[in-house]
């Protein structure tokens, strides 16, 4: 299996910044991808950011030029560099990884638990 380890939500003021990290542990051969999403109350998940492993990055118009995706492939890691943070980003932010598992179990999408960021003074 692998499994995806969230942490650096918490509550902050608006023009406040916090960094996410996302820990992908398990049979992991390679990862692909890896994003970045959130989802607020009452409204679908949308995307952040994402990366690919040529480190090539996309991310939501409501977000450009305020986060920054990166990855540390050699802990198959991702962070979300949050500045700027405005209320609308309160939302629960969840990391997933396009990985191919050791012992030719295959390639998939995996998803973290989620952390809850909240903006708010």
């Known amino acids: 299996q692998v499994q995806l380890v969230e942490s650096g939500g918490g509550l902050v003021q608006p023009g406040g910044s916090l960094r996410l990290s996302c820990v992908a542990s398990?049979?992991?051969?390679?990862?692909?991808?890896m994003g970045w999403y959130r989802q607020a109350p009452g409204k679908q998940r949308e995307l952040v950011a994402t990366?690919?492993?040529?480190?090539?990055?996309n991310y939501a118009d409501s977000v450009k030029g305020r986060f920054i995706i990166s990855r540390d492939d050699a802990k198959n890691t991702e962070y979300l560099q949050m500045n700027s943070l405005k209320p609308q980003d309160t939302a629960v932010y969840f990391c997933?990884?396009?990985?191919?598992?050791?012992?030719?179990?295959?390639?998939?999408?995996?998803w973290g638990q989620g952390t809850q960021v909240t903006v708010s003074s």
């Open positions: 990366i690919t492993n040529g480190n090539s990055t």
């Open positions: 997933n990884v396009d990985a191919r598992r050791k012992y030719g179990l295959g390639r998939s999408i995996y």
């Open positions: 398990g049979s992991i051969l390679s990862i692909y991808s």
